[in-house]
Nanobody, 116 residues
Framework: QEQLVESGGGLVQPGGALRLSCVAS????????MSWYRQAPGKGREWVAI????????NYGDSVKGRFTISRDNAKNTGYLEMRSLKLEDTAVYYC?????????WGQGTRVTVSS
């Protein structure tokens, strides 16, 4: 069964940190690029970060560059998004996406709320 399951979201104060996880099953995870996206309330989906299958290359959206770090552990079929110095505007549902031979697969999302 093909499945992506995100976890690690929650409520955090401004300036705090969270680590999101995305566990893949039923996919050739180790040969698939992985991305994180987010969707804030009332807004469209925003690309956050991408990492190649072998972790040699990663890139970030301007709004998170320098604060977020994407990584992956292919042995565990798991991707991560480390988020630091969180801001109110980081509040959103975060989704992982893997691209398997041109087909996108999405998780159900995990909610991150940054609030004092």
């Amino acid at each position: 069964q093909e499945q992506l399951v995100e976890s690690g979201g929650g409520l955090v104060q401004p300036g705090g940190a969270l680590r999101l996880s995305c566990v893949a099953s039923g996919f050739p995870f180790s040969i698939s690029p992985m991305s994180w996206y987010r969707q804030a309330p009332g807004k469209g989906r925003e690309w956050v970060a991408i990492i190649t299958d072998n972790s040699e290359y990663s890139n970030y959206g301007d709004s998170v560059k320098g604060r977020f770090t994407i990584s992956r552990d292919n042995a565990k079929n798991t991707g991560y998004l480390e988020m630091r110095s969180l801001k109110l505007e980081d509040t959103a549902v975060y989704y992982c996406m893997i691209n398997v031979l041109g087909t996108e697969h999405w998780g159900q999302g995990t909610r991150v709320t940054v609030s004092s």
